[in-house]
């Protein structure tokens, strides 16, 4: 099979017999090391699960501290703490955001592709083998006819018409 790459409306999907690249560059190198995503979404449960843990971890590093400590140093140190852990969930959602915008998925995990008008519909599992489905809007028409021919020529057999 051809290496391949599209221009997305944001990025570019690069394509070659092992896997499926969602990047924000067409680079093939830079590609090769990109990781297989757990989910390319950031969504509202993640980051309330997210949260829950730093303030379950937040709670629990505050009662160590007052059982070690006297509460004068106490207070000092947790707004450092404060200071740090809110840098670490900041940095955190800043790292993931980059890690959404750059993934890979291999082609064997790849249960149905979908074209529909100017949208391309992924279904697939991801790392932790969850069903996922993205969606990724094309840039111009042109594009979306040549993915529409890429795709029914080599993955006819996963590629559904609309």
Not at 94 to 111: G, H, L, S, T
Request: hydrophobic share 45%; net charge neutral; charged share 25%.
């Amino acid at each position: 099979m051809e290496k391949r790459y599209f221009v997305l409306k944001k990025g570019y999907l690069n394509i070659d017999a092992e896997f499926f690249y969602f990047s924000d560059h067409g680079n093939w190198k830079t590609c090769e090391i990109v990781e297989e995503t757990e989910n390319p979404k950031l969504t509202f449960t993640y980051v309330l699960e997210y949260l829950f843990e730093t303030l379950m971890t937040v709670i629990t590093i505050v009662i160590f501290m007052f059982l070690i400590s006297g509460f004068l140093e106490f207070a000092f140190g947790m707004a450092g703490i404060f200071g740090v852990l809110f840098l670490l969930a900041i940095f955190h959602f800043f790292n993931r955001r980059y890690k959404i915008a750059q993934f890979k998925i291999p082609v064997d995990k790849i249960e149905r592709l979908q074209v529909v008008s100017n949208q391309l519909t992924v279904k697939f599992a991801n790392s932790k083998n969850q069903q996922i489905v993205h969606t990724i809007k094309l840039d111009d028409e042109a594009e979306v006819k040549d993915i529409k021919k890429y795709l029914s020529e080599h993955f006819n057999h996963k590629y559904a018409t609309a």
